[in-house]
Nanobody, 126 residues
Framework: QVQLVESGGGLVQPGGSLRLSCAAS??????????TAWFRQAPGKEREAISF????????YYSDSVKGRFTSSRDNAKNIVYLQMNNLKPEDTGIYFC?????????????????WGQGTQVTVSS
């Protein structure tokens, strides 16, 4: 049974940092053609893909809203994907989900991903 478990969310002041983790069991995130993505659902807004990291050529993607502040990385030995979030802003508040999917062309579309975590809450507030 495949499971993705996010952790590392919490309450942080604007300008602060958090590191989210997505631990996988039942699948190997570093296998070729697997992509692990981070989605965010802010209050009252649709879920959006903010980052992904693929095992094939280690491609990465960042949405304009997080580019330069967030960094995805993967620890194949631990089978964990991280999202380092720096210089957090109130608009980064939301539930963060990790998702895994397999295919040659990584995507920001939710339909590409067939495994999802339960989400972790991030709140940026003073």
């Amino acid at each position: 049974q495949v499971q993705l478990v996010e952790s590392g969310g919490g309450l942080v002041q604007p300008g602060g940092s958090l590191r989210l983790s997505c631990a996988a069991s039942g699948l190997t995130l570093g296998l070729r053609y697997y992509t692990t993505a981070w989605f965010r659902q802010a209050p009252g807004k649709e879920r959006e893909a903010i980052s992904f990291i693929s095992s094939y050529e280690t491609n990465t993607y960042y949405s304009d809203s997080v580019k330069g502040r967030f960094t995805s990385s993967r620890d194949n030995a631990k089978n964990i994907v991280y999202l380092q979030m720096n210089n957090l802003k109130p608009e980064d508040t939301g539930i963060y989900f990790c998702a895994a999917g397999r295919g040659v062309n990584p995507s920001t579309r939710g339909e590409f991903y067939n495994h999802w975590g339960q989400g972790t809450q991030v709140t940026v507030s003073s």
